[in-house]
């Protein structure tokens, strides 16, 4: 099968619509505290930093696009590159035979000796097929938990406070009196999930889905965010919907777009018809046949 560009001649554009639904507290920091008082045990005030968590525009916690194309990408990855290289491969692109290589030499690597992997996710090379959105709550949580409320619940962050000791990098040990506070966002939250892209085959659209799936891994679950070592940023992916435009359906979709302002982009893809349940087996299976078939 020939390799094609993201930017090489429109074939399609996609749209993987689903969700992510936290199953143990997320922690994805800003870099930022905050200070919080509260009375200490003899009644006297106490003041601490707290770690913050990650909100977008409306006041929602999110999982930065970035961050989970990370996760998916590692995933893939140290799954499969050992017994399926073409498939699931990471060149050394710092060598200097890949620093000094002209672009028609480029286009030639990743046409016929990049994997798959790196042929969707993109290389330092060329620009990868697909885009994870940044994924935002659903909604605020409005009514938390008695024992959120005890570890200091504050609607406005949309999180609680969470305490960890500090680790000493050279013995590996706790630090005696160095506590640090963190917010976390609690179980529970339901988080929308957009995965785009253009120019996708059936076996790179089971790809991601195949990635994803590592979200729902009974053995070495995904997790994302910071302190996964407690059980931190479990999640539970599922996907809900499709949306595709080929070739054939440009004009079509170029006319509403005319037409109606907000009927341009991946968010006014057409979804597929018939069963998304049935379309994302079809693109498991194609994904399937790329790993089975002889060379890979």
């Known amino acids: 099968m020939t390799y094609v560009f993201k930017g090489d001649s429109f074939k399609n554009r996609i749209r993987i619509a689903g969700t992510l639904l936290s199953l143990s507290p997320t922690h994805i920091g800003t870099g930022k505290t905050r ?28 999982l930065p696009g ?32 890949s620093r000094d290589m002209k672009q028609e030499d480029q286009i ?10 790196e ?13 994870f959105w940044d994924a935002s709550a659903s909604k605020k949580v409005t009514a938390p938990t008695s024992e959120w409320a005890k570890k200091g619940w504050n609607e406005v962050y949309q999180s609680y406070v969470v305490q960890s000791v500090a680790i000493d990098p050279i013995t590996g040990a ?19 999930v957009n995965i785009v892209g253009q120019n996708l085959s059936d076996a790179e659209l089971g790809l991601l889905l195949f990635g994803m799936e590592g979200f729902n891994s009974k053995i070495v679950p995904l997790t994302i965010g910071a302190m996964s070592a407690r059980g931190f940023g479990r999640m539970a992916f599922k996907p809900e919907k499709i949306y595709r435009i080929t070739k054939a359906d440009l004009p079509a979709w170029i006319e509403s777009s005319l037409m109606h302002c907000d009927s341009a982009g991946y968010g006014a893809l057409p979804e597929i018809t018939g069963s998304a349940d049935t379309m994302m087996q079809s693109f498991k299976a194609n994904f399937l046949h790329a790993i089975t078939r002889s060379g890979l």
């Open 119 to 131: 042929q969707v996710f993109g290389t330092p090379f060329a620009e990868g097929k697909v885009d």
């Open 35 to 62: 200070e919080d008082k509260r009375k200490g045990k003899n009644g006297g005030d106490e003041s601490s930093e707290i770690a913050m968590i990650a909100l977008d525009g409306n006041g929602l916690p999110y």
């Open 66 to 97: 970035s961050a989970i194309k990370g996760v998916v990408r590692n995933y893939i990855l140290q799954l499969l590159q050992a017994d399926y290289p073409r498939v699931a491969r990471e060149h050394d692109y710092q060598s200097n035979e």
């Open 108 to 117: 030639k690597f990743m046409e016929n000796d990049a994997s798959m992997l």
């Open 174 to 192: 706790a630090e005696r009196h160095k506590l640090y506070s963190f917010d976390v966002v609690p179980q529970g939250v339901v988080y929308q």
